[in-house]
């Protein structure tokens, strides 16, 4: 499937969840067997071209794409975790939302000093949990220059954030407007 036919299974719903929010709902995306398995095949390829090592994703949606993308490349997943999730010594990283603050975290094992590390997941807004991911990842010895999504909304600019922190960003749709 092409990246036009998988924005096609994107259902939108208007006004969720507040007035004006246009909301991209990804469930639809995932609930169709060959749109979930274009969808990571996509992003596999291009973590492949980025010299993927490990595949990073943040809880929740991030696990699911993530995780399929580490098994197509055969390589190792990253959980980047909600805190309180993980039963090991961690580090963490709290940051900002659009909404309020939150916090991640991670087994800083996870990664090996100058390892390179692509983060995937569903979708960036105004990239403040893929910029916190990057900072928690780079924090245990990761190297982390690129981030793969299969939604960018381009008009949040988040895409710009993470490109500042010098992370290229890759996305396979892109929706205009909040």
């Known amino acids: 499937m092409t990246p036009d036919q998988l924005k096609a299974l994107v259902r939108t719903v ?38 993927a090592q490990k595949i990073a994703g943040m809880e929740a949606r ?15 997943f990253v959980s980047v975790r909600k805190p309180g999730k993980l039963p090991v010594d961690v580090i963490g ?11 991640l975290e991670m087994d800083p094992g996870a990664v090996s000093d100058g390892e390179q590390v692509v983060i995937v997941d569903d979708l960036i807004a105004t990239g403040g949990t893929a910029l916190a991911a990057v900072k928690l990842l780079r924090t245990a010895g ?17 895409a710009e954030r993470l490109a500042a922190a010098g992370v290229d960003v890759a996305a396979l749709m892109d929706f205009a407007g909040a």
């Not at 220059?145 to 381009?154: E, H, K």
Request: proline share 5%.
């Open 93 to 103: 990283i709290d940051y900002d939302l659009e909404y309020g603050k939150d916090r």
């Open 14 to 51: 208007p006004d969720f969840p507040q007035p004006g929010i246009q909301f991209r709902d990804i469930t639809t995306l995932i609930g169709d067997g060959a749109g979930l398995s274009a969808s990571v095949a996509h992003l596999a390829a291009m973590a492949r071209e980025a010299g």
């Open 142 to 158: 990761a190297r982390v220059d690129n981030a793969l999504f299969v939604i960018d909304l381009p008009d949040l600019g988040g």
């Open 62 to 76: 991030g696990f699911i794409f993530g995780a399929a993308v580490a098994v197509q490349l055969g390589v190792g």
